[in-house]
């Protein structure tokens, strides 16, 4: 009912900028909570930053608390994940996340899932 596709992606440097995006189609007047997460080898999949529908409460991981700032466009379905001094650590592939019970770090609460678009920071 629900297809998210996400975009932007791709090789930055340290201390680099990147925004990545999260388009949805599909069943989207539903009040859906829109989180990001990231996949790694070593660490598997971990929680990054989730926003609720009104985009009035935001909750991010440690790791990226400061750097990253989750933001969404109702308008144009999008939801996006502005990432600042980025680090060799946040290299993974970041996909993203519609919940319709809200905001959670938990990704048992999400019910759709995109295919992820990868992100390669070097030193």
């Known amino acids: 009912q629900v297809q998210l596709v996400e975009s932007g992606g791709g090789l930055v440097q340290t201390g680099g900028s990147l925004r990545l995006s999260c388009a949805a189609s599909?069943?989207?007047?539903?009040?859906?909570?829109m989180g990001w997460f990231r996949r790694t080898p070593g660490k598997g999949r971990e929680f990054v930053a989730v926003?609720?529908?009104?985009?009035?409460?935001?909750l991010y991981a440690d790791s990226v608390k400061g750097r990253f700032t989750i933001s969404r466009d109702n308008a144009e379905n999008t939801v996006y994940l502005q990432m600042n001094s980025l680090k060799p650590e946040d290299t993974a592939l970041y996909y993203c996340?519609?919940?319709?019970?809200?905001?959670?770090?938990?990704?048992?609460?999400?019910?759709?899932w995109g295919q992820g678009t990868q992100v390669t920071v070097s030193s």
């Open positions: 996340a519609a919940s319709i019970s809200g905001v959670s770090r938990e990704p048992r609460r999400y019910n759709y």
């Open positions: 599909g069943r989207t007047f539903n009040s859906y909570a």
């Open positions: 926003i609720s529908w009104s985009g009035g409460n935001t």
